[in-house]
Structures are given as structure tokens and as C-alpha cells.
């Protein structure tokens, strides 16, 4: 099946830097969503970018299909963007209508 | 307030019990899923259904049942078969298949 890859692994930085989150992808993909989970568990939703770039405040996104990767930026960052992100891919394989989940970046914001 | 919700929060079980978690959306949403988090991991597919009177497993069906018998429903029923049941589950849905999904704010189980 499909496999995601995100990084790095680990992230740990002082407020006010920026970062970049990165998504590698196996295969041609249908959807394309960023997650932020935060310290409860919930999965906040970011982007929805199967391709191009999207912004919302402090944080973008860009998804180069083709090259079968997205990238996530943090410009600015803040103690409360601290918490695991997660990239989540839809196989466009027929009959793999699901969400796949990369392993996520642990992103560590300290004042 | 249109959204997902889970319940319970937190969930304790015996080994050997079944227990059953549940996931209401009110988003008028087809397509519904199950995942399960084990601690520093990404999320597995336990099961999904894209319309009512309709599911499939997915990656990690063993030991669990599911029913979609309303729209707005999809509980999840973690059976004594699961062999490793304590974990983060979280449901989704999203307008039909291959759109954005929506999580809901999860359930701990524990198994004791």
C-alpha cells in the first residue's frame, strides 16, 4: 500500500521561529489533509490541499502532487502550535477509499 | 452545534468484556470512520462506511464490529477478541468518500 513519511521526526523550537513540516507520499493520491492534535487527543483539521498552496494566518501549505509531496510552514511560531501534526493521504488506487496516516512530526514550541 | 462526538471521554473495561463506543454526527455526513492511535503513533483504519446499511473493514478489523444503521450513527464494539485493546480511538466523517474529514474528540480506553 501507500506509504507516508513525514519530517523530521522531532521538532524543537523557540517562539517566534519558523518551521517547515514535510509529507512525502508513495503514489498518486486523491486528498490530502493536515492535522494538528493537540494535548486532549482532538485532531484539529488545517488543510484539506490534494494540490497547490493554501494560507490561514500564520500557517501555509503547499502540495506538489507530481512530485508526491506537501510541505507545511509555521512562520512565527507560538508555546500553543506545540503538539504532533499529522499528514493524511487518499490512495487514488479504486477501492482504497481511506485516509492513510503518516507517523507525525512531534513539534516543540518553548518560550 | 454541528460536529462529531464521541462517548465516553475515558473508558475502563475488564479483560474479557465487550464494550461499546459511540459516534453521532449531525453534519449530514455519508461516509463515517473508525481509527484507533496507539501512543506515539499515527492513526490505523479500523473500519469505514460510506452510507447507511454499509461498512468495510479496514486495516485493523480484527477483533472489532461496527453497524450503520442511521446516518448520523456509527458505534464501534471492541470485542474480547481484540487482543490489544487499550488504545486512542477517534471517529470521523466526511460528505462522501474522498472529501475533507471531520474527527471527533476521541475515546481512552483502557483495559484492565
Known amino acids: 500500500g501507500i506509504q507516508v513519511e513525514q519530517s523530521p521526526p522531532d521538532l524543537i523550537l523557540q517562539e517566534g521561529a519558523n518551521s517547515t513540516l514535510r509529507c512525502n507520499f508513495s503514489d498518486s493520491v486523491n486528498n490530502l489533509q493536515w492535522f494538528h492534535q493537540n494535548p486532549w487527543g482532538q485532531l484539529i483539521n488545517l488543510f484539506y490541499?490534494?494540490?497547490g498552496t493554501k494560507q490561514n494566518g500564520r500557517l501555509s501549505a503547499t502540495t506538489v502532487a507530481t512530485e508526491r509531496y506537501s510541505l507545511l510552514y509555521i512562520s512565527s511560531s507560538q508555546t500553543t502550535d506545540s503538539g504532533v501534526y499529522f499528514c493524511?493521504?487518499?490512495?487514488?488506487?479504486?477501492?482504497?477509499?481511506?485516509?492513510?496516516f503518516g507517523q507525525g512530526t512531534r513539534l516543540t514550541i518553548n518560550p | 452545534d454541528g460536529g462529531i462526538t464521541q462517548s465516553p471521554k475515558y473508558l475502563f473495561r475488564k479483560e474479557g468484556q465487550n464494550v461499546t463506543l459511540s459516534c453521532e454526527q449531525n453534519l449530514n455526513h455519508d461516509a463515517m470512520y473508525w481509527y484507533r492511535q496507539d501512543p506515539g503513533q499515527g492513526l490505523r483504519l479500523i473500519y469505514y462506511s460510506q452510507i447507511v446499511n454499509d461498512f468495510q473493514k479496514g486495516d485493523i478489523a480484527e477483533g472489532y464490529s461496527v453497524s450503520r444503521e442511521k446516518k448520523e450513527s456509527f458505534p464501534l464494539t471492541v470485542t474480547s477478541a481484540q487482543k490489544n485493546p487499550t488504545a486512542f480511538y477517534l471517529c470521523?466523517?466526511?460528505?462522501?468518500?474522498?472529501?475533507?474529514?471531520?474527527f471527533g474528540q476521541g475515546t481512552r480506553l483502557t483495559v484492565v
Open positions: 470521523a466523517s466526511s460528505v462522501h468518500m474522498n472529501t475533507e474529514a471531520f
Open positions: 493524511a493521504v487518499e490512495p487514488r488506487i479504486q477501492g482504497a477509499q481511506k485516509l492513510v
Open positions: 490541499i490534494p494540490s
